[in-house]
């Protein structure tokens, strides 16, 4: 008989407040609270694995068997209720709220999630957990409920094979099963963190240590309570959740730290002791009793409160968690425990086989429809979209038909140099210089035996690493290169990509003494939010975007960033000064219809070619003071060129007739 234990609900209280509070980022004084709060999930992890095996273990050596068609009831009742409900309450949310590109990814999620594999789709489409633009996708957080439900289509797999050809050796085999998951972990998350976080192979082995101690309680009983034994297991889960930050290697070998105390826990808290009276008390209790719930809801609250709110503070953090606990404990009392046990089976599958068919409707429409991009007709013409997207196009295609004579403008940077590289072309005087034009995006760049070696870190990345690690390592082009344009992110603070400075130390060795020109970055959102994202949630314009921009400040003493180059010589290009001098008044916002930005920093190209062309134009001598009018050609002196090229006698000397 299935004993209920109030301190196992306690500790699951214990992870998701974690996890809610670590989503939240509380900040104090400047301090982000709870850092290593995404440990809560690993601590669900062991819980899950000790509770699901104790049943199919007890199944098992009482039946000889496993009730498969019982044991999937179970687990739909208990998991797709609550989780068809919040999809359904998130969906009007989306469409209202989310770009076409968001509304697709959203779509695409749920998709994944109904079928229980939302880590992998994540992996694939590059998320980056943790990363502040995650916290926009309001089913990030379902990539755990794909691990569980991955476990308990494999584990009842392998008590069977086990007991059917391997005379019942269950503990060698999960022993087996965990160690490999552990050292497969251990490597993998050496080179590709993101895979080790999400793939059910590395997180198998905190489900199955769950289900060793979930072993030792079928075969020999529930352990004694030892009162110090489970102190000590819940010091060190506090103590993870506390002293792990977001640089921690995870999932690895520190991960064993909160899984050792987890077990300590479920294995020896007790009523009568301090931890297991704590644990079992009745708001925390409670709160467990809640917990899958409060973990459904949170993520979407806060994904759709952070794309509405410019500025969230503590009190609208605090605000959120409130209503976090209030949808969930009605979610909880109204759909979750009702559904759970109901007695009325055919009702119950009706009602969840419509739904799932309604939401599968829904998703595909939106897949198939692109997000429904006519949403943002009336913010961003279709016309000016087309001649975007035509624009960007051409970005690898600027390196064609290279000539062997002409003197070389390199312009390289990371996925800012697209737009920058289109935009200048357009300026650059292609009668005296040959343009090369390439992205270190996503390549792992590193200079060794004078050789510049560029790795794409996935394949998708394979256009821009291949022709930037061939163009930069032709030192044909490097002797006859004149001036290096480097257009980065932030360029003196970005920590990604900190070799710059150092490539382009080593590309003007190479050069006849190239000039380095930095160009300084216009203004930018902060990372949650883009431009369209505003005007669409606002319908307005874009001067809304340049409103809200927080960066770059004004008169910023460039010597004291990070990562200022003060033994190389360059000239800085700070483009906001040159246009409008920081006056928000007086700087453009849009070009033929093109916002300056449609996510949080990267310049359109159409709006790009506008800025250089109206600062070439009205900043001439400032310019040829500088040295950049040596390489570019404001618009005024080019259409000179061309309406004198285009006369039938240009640059011809006439003579007399004979």
Same mark, same amino acid.
């Given at each position: ?13 214990? *992870? ?15 301090? /982000? ?99 502040? %633009? /995650? ?10 409920? *794909? ?47 993101? @895979? ?29 309570? =030892? ?126 086989? !419509? ?9 595909? !429409? ?8 006519? =949403? ?10 087309? #001649?975007?997207?035509?624009?960007? *196009?051409?970005?690898? *295609?600027?390196? %064609? ?47 060794? #035996? ?39 992110? =932030? ?17 003007? !060795?190479? !050069? ?8 300084? %970055? ?66 453009? /916002? ?7 930005? /449609?996510?949080? %920093? ?44 285009? @006369? ?11």
């Amino acid at each position: 008989m299935k004993v209920y234990r109030p301190e196992i609900d306690g500790l699951r209280a214990i *992870s998701v407040i974690a996890v809610i509070l670590y989503h939240a980022e509380f900040t104090v004084a400047g301090h /982000t609270l709870l850092r290593g709060g995404y440990i809560g999930v690993d601590v669900f992890f062991v819980i899950s694995g000790f509770l699901i095996s104790q049943i199919l273990l007890t199944e098992i050596e009482a039946t000889g068997r496993i009730d498969f068609l019982k044991f999937y009831a179970r687990r739909a009742r208990r998991i797709l209720p609550a989780l068809l409900a919040v999809i359904f309450a998130t969906i009007p949310f989306a469409y209202y709220l989310l770009l076409p590109s968001e509304l697709l990814d959203y779509a695409n999620s749920i998709g994944s999630t109904l079928l229980f594999g939302s880590n992998f789709y994540f992996y694939f489409t590059a998320t980056q957990y943790g990363e502040p %633009n /995650t916290l926009l996708k309001p089913f990030l957080h379902t990539w755990s409920l *794909s691990v569980e439900e991955q476990f308990y289509i494999g584990f009842p797999l392998l008590l069977l094979i086990t007991r059917r050809y391997l005379k019942s050796r269950v503990l060698p085999c999960v022993s087996l099963v965990a160690s490999l998951s552990f050292v497969l972990c251990v490597v993998t998350v050496r080179y590709d963190q993101q @895979q080790a976080f999400y793939s059910p192979l590395t997180r198998t082995w905190e489900l199955l240590a769950g289900t060793l101690l979930a072993y030792h309680q079928v075969r020999r009983g529930r352990i004694r309570p =030892r009162p110090l034994l489970a102190a000590a297991g819940l010091v060190l889960v506090v103590g993870s959740l506390i002293l792990f930050r977001k640089d921690t290697v995870h999932p690895g070998v520190l991960t064993v730290i909160p899984v050792i105390g987890t077990c300590l826990v479920l294995a020896f808290a007790g009523h009568q002791d301090a931890v297991g009276r704590l644990l079992a008390s009745r708001p925390a209790a409670l709160t467990g009793l809640v917990s899958y719930s409060l973990y459904l809801w949170h993520y979407p609250i806060f994904a759709f409160l952070r794309l509405t709110s410019l500025n969230l503070n503590n009190g609208d953090k605090f605000l959120a968690i409130a209503a976090t606990v209030l949808v969930a404990v009605v979610n909880f009392v109204i759909i979750e425990k009702p559904l759970r046990h109901t007695r009325r089976s055919r009702a119950l599958w009706i009602t969840l086989s !419509s739904s799932v068919a309604t939401i599968t409707a829904a998703v595909v !429409s939106a897949i198939s429809m692109a997000g429904f991009p006519h =949403r943002l007709d009336q913010i961003y013409p279709p016309l000016a979209q087309a #001649n975007e997207a035509r624009l960007e *196009s051409t970005f690898l *295609s600027l390196n %064609n038909n290279i000539q062997a004579a002409k003197p070389i403008i390199f312009i390289i940077g990371d996925s800012h140099a697209r737009n920058w590289s289109i935009a200048l072309k357009n300026h650059i005087d292609t009668d005296r210089y040959q343009v090369v034009a390439v992205s270190y995006l996503n390549c792992m760049v590193e200079i060794k #035996n004078d050789i510049v070696r560029a790795p794409s870190r996935a394949s998708i990345y394979d256009k821009y690493c291949i022709p930037f690690e061939k163009f930069i390592n032709d030192k044909t082009l490097l002797n006859r290169t004149k001036a290096i344009f480097l257009t980065s992110l =932030r360029p003196f603070e970005y920590t990604v990509n900190p070799f710059r400075f150092e490539l382009l130390s080593w590309m003007k !060795s190479h !050069s006849d003494d190239a000039r380095i020109f930095v160009f300084g %970055n216009y203004f930018q959102l902060d990372e949650l939010h883009s431009c369209l994202g505003l005007m669409f949630q606002r319908k307005s314009d874009a001067s809304i975007c340049l409103r809200e921009a927080t960066y770059p400040p004004a008169n910023q003493p460039l010597e004291q960033l990070p990562f200022f180059p003060s033994n190389l010589a360059f000239t800085y290009v700070d483009i906001v000064k040159l246009h409008c001098d920081y006056d928000k008044e007086k700087c453009l /916002t849009s070009s033929r219809g093109v916002p300056f930005i /449609t996510d949080w %920093n990267h310049l359109t190209a159409e709006f790009l070619t506008t800025l250089i062309g109206d600062i070439l134009e009205k900043r001439t001598a400032d310019l040829r003071g500088d040295g950049l009018l040596d390489f570019l050609v404001p618009p005024h002196a080019r259409q000179s060129e061309r309406t004198a090229s285009s @006369q039938p006698n240009a640059g011809r000397t006439s003579s007399a007739s004979p």
